[in-house]
T-cell receptor
Framework: SQQGEEDPQALSIQEGENATMNCSYKTSINNLQWYRQNSGRGLVHLILIRSNEREKHSGRLRVTLDTSKKSSSLLITASRAADTASYFCATHAGGTSYGKLTFGQGTILTVHP | DGGITQSPKYLFRKEGQNVTLSCEQNLNHDAMYWYRQDPGQGLRLIYYSQIVNDFQKGDIAEGYSVSREKKESFPLTVTSAQKNPTAFYLC?????????????FGPGTRLTVT
């Protein structure tokens, strides 16, 4: 089952603008991760935020997590054409779910030069 | 170079044939995973393995089989019982299962069955 639901499904912006993607999930989580996928390629891990964290930064990336609303957002600041890709959130439920991740359907980001 | 390799990149098969997709990692990771991705969709888990000689069904295991005879290798067989096998298949590994670290992905194999 797909736990993460992402919004918007597609986002088109100009270079230099900020891009915000949202992810909602249904059940309790241990952590939430964001991945990037260039067209026809494998996924690349971007950032992990644990359930007891509210915000995390990595370079131009900022992730927030609101466990009360079961939602997360990924902000990419000062976007570049090279940021064009699909972005997926993935949740880990913890407990006996071991390393299993449940992925959302992704947001397609297009950054125009 | 450390990483995960999948071969081949593109694979074509006739309906009714079994096909095996290769996945090898030299990251010394304990856990390995197989996902299926359909156009415009997220990833769905087929099988995962925590340790050698052990594996568990994921959300869509029907029509697939796996083996884990070596830590480095986790091949996936798409059997003729899989009704819609045409898809993009991704293999991943992670270093510590219970710690739920990030997963490292291979480049994928695009399978087309006609």
């Amino acid at each position: 089952s797909q736990q993460g639901e992402e919004d918007p499904q597609a986002l088109s912006i100009q270079e230099g603008e900020n891009a915000t993607m949202n992810c909602s999930y249904k059940t309790s989580i241990n952590n939430l991760q964001w991945y990037r996928q260039n067209s026809g390629r494998g996924l690349v891990h971007l950032i992990l935020i644990r359930s007891n964290e509210r915000e995390k930064h990595s370079g131009r990336l900022r992730v927030t997590l609101d466990t009360s609303k079961k939602s997360s957002s990924l902000l990419i600041t000062a976007s570049r054409a090279a940021d064009t890709a699909s972005y997926f959130c993935a949740t880990h439920a913890g407990g006996t779910s071991y390393g299993k991740l449940t992925f959302g359907q992704g947001t397609i980001l297009t950054v125009h030069p | 170079d450390g990483g995960i390799t999948q071969s081949p990149k593109y694979l074509f098969r006739k309906e009714g044939q079994n096909v095996t997709l290769s996945c090898e990692q030299n990251l010394n990771h304990d856990a390995m995973y197989w996902y299926r991705q359909d156009p415009g969709q997220g990833l769905r888990l087929i099988y995962y393995s925590q340790i050698v000689n052990d594996f568990q069904k994921g959300d869509i295991a029907e029509g697939y089989s796996v083996s884990r005879e070596k830590k480095e290798s986790f091949p996936l067989t798409v059997t003729s019982a899989q009704k819609n096998p045409t898809a993009f298949y991704l293999c991943a590994s992670s270093p510590w299962l219970k710690g739920a670290y990030e997963q490292y992905f291979g480049p994928g194999t695009r399978l087309t069955v006609t």
